[in-house]
């Protein structure tokens, strides 16, 4: 199957600082990647989803200002989360479907935020 | 709307013993389903998928999933637990138009006892 990559695999930072979350598709291109956020001991919900050259999508109650995605090129997406508060401490995951029938999720090892 | 719904959030069963993981889905077309395990701290791996070829699907690591449209289910099954199959497992239905984005159940943590 698809791998994709994401970097920290764990990251701790203080109240207010800002995180960069990376996400790389190894070996094929997406066009549209998924940003998951798992809270311990529950299910993942969808965050938003990355376009590449254009805006990304934002679920309901997710707050745009704070969660800045950028899909830079065809194989990589950002997320940063801007002045962090622990609350935000979170398991981030992201995907990215593979071109087919079934547009094929292909998940990253997800990235673990710990806010202080 | 679409949804999943996992039956159990935790089930426990005996090493040789048969895994049932219950999901039920929620959709006015057909599904395209998926089972997803997780082990701690790490991302998700396909387990096997429901894309309406066939009614029993065969995944990885000896697991398998029956497909009942009468039942609106979608159970996980495997003849046979081994302790490597401790995990967390979700089924997840592709939202129907979207660019292949999921809808998770809430998850079962899978224990399997010496």
């Known amino acids: 199957g698809a791998v994709v990559s994401q970097h920290p695999s764990w990251v701790i930072c203080k109240s207010g600082t800002s995180v960069k979350i990376e996400c790389r598709s190894l070996?094929?291109?997406?066009?549209?990647m998924f940003w998951y956020r798992q809270f311990p001991k529950q299910s993942l919900m969808l965050m938003a989803t990355?376009?590449?050259?254009?805006?990304?999508?934002?679920e309901q109650g997710v707050e745009k200002d704070k969660f800045l995605i950028n899909h830079a090129s065809l194989t990589l997406s950002t997320l940063t989360v801007t002045s962090a508060h622990p609350e935000d401490s979170s398991f981030y995951i992201c995907?990215?479907?593979?071109?087919?029938?079934?547009?094929?999720?292909?998940f990253g090892p997800g990235t673990r935020l710990t806010v202080l | 709307a679409q949804s999943v719904t996992q039956l159990g959030s935790h089930v426990s069963v005996s090493e040789g013993a048969l895994v049932l993981l219950r999901c039920n889905y929620s959709?006015?077309?057909?599904?395209?389903l998926f089972w997803y395990v997780q082990y701690p701290n790490q991302g998700l791996q396909l387990l096997l998928k429901?894309?309406?070829?066939?009614?029993l699907v065969k995944g990885i690591n000896g697991f398998e999933a029956e497909f009942k449209k009468s039942e609106t289910s979608f159970h996980l099954t495997k003849p046979s637990a081994h302790m490597s199959d401790a995990a967390e497992y979700f089924c997840?239905?592709?939202?129907?138009?979207?660019?292949?984005?999921?809808?998770f159940g809430k998850g079962t943590k899978l224990s399997v006892k010496p």
């Open positions: 997840a239905v592709r939202v129907q138009g979207s660019q292949g984005n999921l809808i």
């Open positions: 995907s990215g479907p593979v071109a087919g029938p079934y547009n094929e999720q292909f």
């Open positions: 070996d094929f291109q997406a066009t549209t």
């Open positions: 429901y894309t309406s070829a066939a009614t």
């Open positions: 990355s376009n590449e050259g254009s805006k990304a999508t934002y």
């Open positions: 959709s006015s077309v057909p599904p395209y």
